[in-house]
């Protein structure tokens, strides 16, 4: 069995300050781990991805994320936002003995203002 | 357009009905991807097809829930019987087919949000 767990609904920020979304997982199999954003009536679009190697993995639109192996843990973090940020973020899993198939977090909506 | 398009965006039906919607996956892209998205949650994953068989249904929640992709290509997900249960947006997504299912990023369309009434 596994679970993605997002500990924020909602965030918001001010726009130009850091933001930083949680997301923690648990697996009785080694998982990759995505985070991909949805924009309002759209589908999702990913981010960014961990698969191997470096535990720092920088995505498109300035985001990037840390693995932590043992929090299991795979935080997304901005330095600095922007109003087009706002938008819906997922994170999700696939596990290494499961093809393709993502599993997602409940999802934490980002709200940035002026 | 080069995205994944599905059809229709939206679609309302009473309570019993069928339902069919559409997928038509980016060209070349010979993996397949059902999800459903509930309201407040996250996508969950019902089907995904390898050219034109099903190499995982187990994400289907009950036998009302049929999806086909004869010729390898456009896919539909067929709903008999629906239930207001049913009620959510309807994701599609399809990549190039590698191994591991983790190289090639999955395009997702803008889904097809069901209401049933």
């Known amino acids: 069995a596994q679970s993605v767990t997002q500990l924020d609904s909602q965030v918001p920020v001010f726009e130009e300050a850091p933001v930083e979304l949680r997301c923690n997982y648990s697996?009785?199999?080694?998982?990759?781990l995505f985070w991909y954003v949805q924009y309002p009536n759209q589908g999702l679009q990913l981010l960014l991805k961990?698969?191997?190697?470096?535990?720092l993995v920088k995505g498109i639109n300035g985001f990037e994320a840390e693995f932590n192996k043992s929090q299991t843990s795979f935080h997304l973090r901005k330095p600095s936002v922007h109003i087009s940020d706002t938008a819906e973020y997922f994170c999700?899993?696939?596990?290494?003995?499961?093809?393709?198939?993502?599993?997602f977090g409940a999802g934490t909506q980002v709200v940035v203002t002026p | 357009g080069a995205g994944v398009s599905q059809t229709p965006s939206n679609k309302v039906t009473e309570k019993g009905k069928y339902v069919e919607l559409r997928c038509d996956p980016i060209s070349g892209h010979t993996a397949l991807y059902w999800y459903r998205q509930s309201l407040g949650q996250g996508p969950e994953f019902l089907i995904y097809f390898q050219g034109t068989g099903a190499a995982d249904d187990s994400g289907l929640p009950n036998d009302r829930f049929f999806a086909v992709r004869p010729e390898g290509s456009v896919s539909t997900l067929k709903i008999q019987r629906t239930e207001r249960g049913d009620s959510a947006v309807y994701l599609c997504?399809?990549?190039?087919?590698?191994?591991?299912?983790?190289?090639?990023?999955?395009?997702f369309g803008d889904g097809t949000r069901l209401s049933i009434l």
């Open positions: 997504a399809s990549s190039l087919e590698e191994e591991t299912g983790i190289n090639q990023p999955q395009h």
């Open positions: 697996s009785s199999v080694s998982v990759y």
């Open positions: 999700a899993v696939i596990r290494t003995d499961s093809w393709g198939k993502l599993q």
């Open positions: 961990y698969l191997s190697g470096s535990t």
